[in-house]
């Protein structure tokens, strides 16, 4: 099982970015994916996750309105459309997966496997 976190880069304010998910090894179908971010200093959040189904959609506060989780399972990904960003979204994307129902961005444990992230900087 192996989800590789792509898109990452160097984003004016204001801008947008769209984050990719590709899993490998597995069927995405029947996998939540949640996303979560790092910045330097600070604790792993939870952004958004999508369960398999695409029932359950949450977002966290400080995205809701500006990033949009979506799935494509033909092509076994998972996208994160960013838009307006802000420099506090500034952070490492890591992106992961559990096969269970429903999903949630409060805990990180709840996820079986992680990828590596990439790095999200909004900057002027």
């Known amino acids: 099982v192996q989800l590789q976190a792509s898109g990452g880069g160097l984003v004016q304010p204001g801008g947008s970015l769209r984050l990719s998910c590709a899993a490998s090894?597995?069927?995405?179908?029947?996998?939540?994916i949640g996303w979560f971010r790092q910045a330097p200093g600070k604790e792993r959040e939870g952004v958004s996750c999508i369960d398999s189904s695409e029932r359950y959609i949450f977002y966290a506060d400080s995205v809701k309105g500006r990033f949009t989780i979506s799935r494509d399972n033909a092509k076994n990904t998972v996208y994160l459309q960013m838009n307006s960003l802000k420099p506090e979204d500034t952070a490492v994307y890591y992106c992961?997966?559990?096969?269970?129902?429903?999903?949630?961005?409060?805990?990180?444990?709840?996820?079986?496997?992680w990828g590596q992230g990439t790095l999200v900087t909004v900057s002027s």
């Open positions: 992961a997966t559990a096969i269970k129902r429903g999903c949630t961005v409060r805990t990180p444990t709840w996820y079986d496997y």
């Open positions: 090894g597995f069927t995405l179908d029947y996998y939540t």
